[in-house]
């Protein structure tokens, strides 16, 4: 567990998950592992930043006053309007048919449990060309790899330490 594998790309994460998962023993993996990643995923969305880094492209100025005209929070802040989808970003176990989620590769996803979210936020997962940039905050990134390899890590050295 020792090696160092730079991986990119959404599908080579997951696969990178799987080998960390399938290395350890069930005892390494649970609740806190789901935890983590939600909160990172959450902590991206705050940000505005998406999976890869990259930050999420700034809101246009018409639609920044029309979001202070309907009462929005925060109107400058991009996904959030009503932050029904925020709230509804969550881990999920089985079935994933009409939402939006990203697979672990540790046994969970990590996505948007409300369908009606769900259906808003895949609009802005994947854009629609000029007229909506792509601003994505569903997924897995090498830190988030990174992250759970580390808790993995501390883990186990507790339990044989």
Do not use: C
């Not at 390494?28 to 999420?56: N, Y």
């Not at 018409?62 to 309007?81: M, Q, S």
């Not at 909506?132 to 808790?151: C, K």
């Amino acid at each position: 567990m020792s090696e160092r594998v730079i991986v990119t790309g959404q599908a080579a994460l997951v696969a990178r998950m799987r080998r960390i998962r399938n290395g350890l023993p069930d005892a390494i993996f649970g609740i806190d592992v789901e935890q983590l990643l939600l909160k990172r995923v959450l902590h991206r969305f705050e940000q505005s930043v998406a999976p890869d880094g990259s930050q999420w492209p700034a809101l246009k100025e018409t639609t920044i006053r029309r979001k202070k005209w309907l009462g929005a929070r925060r109107p400058d802040k991009a996904l959030e309007r009503t932050e029904r989808l925020v709230r509804s970003i969550r881990v999920i176990s089985g079935g994933t048919r009409g939402l939006l989620a990203a697979s672990t590769g540790i046994g969970f996803r990590i996505g948007v449990s409300d369908p009606d979210a769900a259906a808003y936020g895949r609009l802005h997962q994947y854009g629609i060309g000029e007229h909506l940039p792509a601003r994505p905050f569903i997924g897995i990134s090498s830190g988030d790899v990174a992250a759970v390899h580390a808790f993995a890590k501390r883990r186990l050295q507790r339990l044989v330490g």
